[in-house]
């Protein structure tokens, strides 16, 4: 057993959650892919200063915490936002950080 799961299994997914969208590569990705409002076909990585393979590894990441999907469609893949897995960790994050800010403890220096 490592140390991570001795913690709550809702605090394990809302960290990984957080771990996934703390790359700023995978965050411009989530945003190219909301602005455009619809699936994606072809190369993202000609709208990121990535290269194609580094492009590719943050995609799996995103598609494995089921952030985005891909469909293979002939010799393109279709990218698509999941909303609705989105808007399930935003509403963990808010659920836990709401108890945060009940503590209403103020550290200012």
Known sequence: MNKSEAFDENLQ????????ISHPARLAILQYLAE??????GDI?????????????????????GLI???????KINYCIC???IYKYLE?????????KEAAVNCEI
């Open 92 to 100: 963990q994050f808010e659920a836990f950080f709401e108890k945060v």
């Open 69 to 75: 999907h891909g469909e293979i469609e002939g010799l």
């Open 13 to 20: 997914e809302l960290a990984r959650f957080a771990r996934v």
């Open 45 to 65: 990585s000609q709208r990121l200063p990535l290269s194609r393979t580094t492009v590719s590894q943050h995609l799996r990441e995103l598609k494995e915490m």
């Open 36 to 41: 455009t409002k619809t699936c994606i076909s």
């Open 83 to 85: 909303s609705g897995n």
